[in-house]
């Protein structure tokens, strides 16, 4: 056979690859994604969780299988689900006490409208002298410190939200203020934080908005070791509460702040004669959660013994208690129903790839990567013939326009052609296929994310056990875990490229002749 020949069947050869895989991109279209997410974003889900009173994750994974079915994927586990055993750790808040009593051990006050965050998952009391420190604070610059010559030791620790700097420049508390006066209440053997909002504080319902996230209930692969317990306790209270720790004092929480305010050095304090005793009471329930897998059998009889995995969580916040739904549309809804795209054209195939697809819409995200963590252990093909992780977590949002740079520290959301990839850059070749795929599509590829993101998703059980990953999003914004994440704002012609991306990409590393090349085995 002369060179020429050869030459010009290879060209039609891989214009025949190239029409098959622009075919299989026509099946992915706006009006179908738009037409998934307005069932999985419903408010009839209840936000996908696990502990509303209609089981919204249930019918979210009922809805997944019967398209599974309906499409004639292959089951990866008999039924398509693959079901995890958890437990469920709940406060139980009407046994939940908090008790201060006099120097006779008498109770003087008690309260139930206390919470906290953290701690083990069985009952756990704590007691304890108490001290006032002020903000609970310390600024290495002006060396204002609320804890100087104050003994921490056993004590439980009552503080103010925000700093000396927010209460007069008028700024709203924050978290990880917060976390670090913990931080720093722990190290001087404190055995409990208790936080109450500042009397001048603009947010007054900063407490409140934490309250849902901490009473909601706490999720573990049944038979898992508890994790690290940290020896401090962090508790929410209430200005009422604050006022009667410092009564024996004859200060109130109001006046304390003034004084603090108008000096701006501490007024920190023990509080004599008086012992805290908190009583935090959890119920603990089994939950059965469920993974979806399906699968695409490769046509190799040899290559299709490997494959290419697909994740995306469904499971999403549930409501707030008043009435509000956390629908997830971008947070993980478009992720979710993008898989069901990518599945149907990879099945609309009439010759299937080399090597095997794997979807797997997992469970528990939000409660900590558990349906991943499951899948990771129990996989439907081996981790070690598993040659990539594609996960889809947030994919459906642009910015007006791209930006000039990428805080980590802050929302940042992709322009009109801009995508997130996370990677472990464990395989050079992967990180050049997909820059191939971008460029035909005109996507703009950032791995600005990965470091501080490696471990906020799915594909990190992919990462740890040695799997290359390409984790896609199109970045957070300000509706992110708010009830605001509808199906109004979801960009569908950018979730659309992003989900033809994904295809395009497990299309060449399924049907290439080798081996996905595994070079860097971490960041």
Not at 136 to 147: A, M, V
Not at 177 to 203: C, F, I, Q, Y
Not at 323 to 340: F, S, W
Request: hydrophobic residues 35%; aromatic residues 8%.
């Amino acid at each position: 056979m002369n060179t020429k020949l050869l030459f010009t069947l290879f060209c039609v050869a891989v214009s025949i690859v190239a029409v098959a895989q622009k075919k299989e991109l026509q099946t992915i279209t706006e009006n179908d994604l738009k037409a998934h997410l307005e069932f999985i974003a419903s408010d009839n889900m209840r936000g996908r969780d696990f502990f509303t009173e209609t089981p919204g994750v249930d019918l979210a994974a009922d809805y997944l299988k019967s398209q599974c079915a309906k499409m004639g994927l292959t089951p990866g586990v008999e039924g398509y689900f693959q079901n995890i055993e958890m437990e469920a750790v709940t406060p139980d808040l009407d046994q939940t006490v908090l008790s201060l009593k006099d120097a006779n051990g008498n109770i003087s006050y008690q309260t139930k409208d206390i919470f906290s965050l953290g701690g083990p998952a069985k009952n756990d009391t704590i007691r304890g002298d108490v001290v006032f420190a002020g903000y609970g604070w310390y600024n290495e610059d002006t060396k204002y410190n609320d804890t100087k010559d104050l003994d921490l030791k056993g004590k439980i620790v009552l503080v103010m939200t925000r700093t000396l700097e927010q209460a007069k420049e008028g700024a709203e508390p924050d978290m990880d203020t917060e976390m670090k006066k913990m931080s720093r209440a722990m190290m001087g053997g404190a055995k409990a934080l208790v936080l109450v909002n500042d009397p001048m504080n603009p947010n007054t319902e900063y407490i409140e908005s934490i309250r849902k996230y901490a009473t909601g209930g706490n999720l573990k692969l049944k038979g898992a070791k508890e994790g690290m317990i940290i020896p401090i306790r962090l508790i929410f209270g209430t200005d009422e509460l604050a006022d009667k720790m410092l009564e024996g004092s004859g200060k109130t929480l109001a006046g304390l702040q003034q004084e603090i305010n108008k000096s701006e050095s501490p007024k920190s304090f023990a509080i004599n004669n008086l012992t805290t005793e908190v009583d935090l009471v959890k119920s603990t329930d089994n939950i059965v959660g469920k993974n979806v897998i399906a699968m695409v059998e490769g046509s190799d009889p040899e290559l299709k013994k490997e494959c290419i995995i697909f994740t995306a969580h469904y499971d999403h916040l549930g409501t707030d208690g008043e009435g509000g739904i956390y629908n997830g549309a971008d947070d993980n809804g478009t992720g979710t129903v993008a898989l069901l795209e990518i599945a149907e054209a990879f099945q609309s195939m009439k010759k299937k790839p080399k090597r095997t697809i794997v979807f797997a819409w997992v469970t528990g995200e939000e409660k900590g990567l558990l349906g991943s963590d499951y899948y990771s252990q129990h996989p439907v093909i081996s981790m070690e013939n598993t040659l990539a992780d594609i996960n889809l977590d947030m994919i459906g949002r642009s910015a007006e326009k791209e930006l000039d740079s990428v805080d980590v520290n802050s929302k940042s959301l992709a322009g009109p052609n801009g995508m997130y990839i996370i990677s472990g850059r464990q395989s050079t070749e992967l990180l050049d296929i997909s820059d191939e795929v971008c460029e035909d599509l005109g996507l703009v590829p950032s791995d600005e994310l990965t470091k501080a993101f490696l471990t906020r998703s799915d594909y990190y059980h992919f990462y740890k056990n040695g799997v290359p990953i390409l984790g896609l999003s199109t970045g957070l914004h300000d509706d992110y875990h708010e009830i605001t994440d509808e199906l109004d704002k979801i960009d569908f012609h950018k979730m659309k490229r992003v989900t033809q991306y994904a295809f395009s990409v497990a299309y060449k590393l399924a049907n290439q002749k080798k081996r996905l090349v595994v070079d860097k085995p971490v960041i």
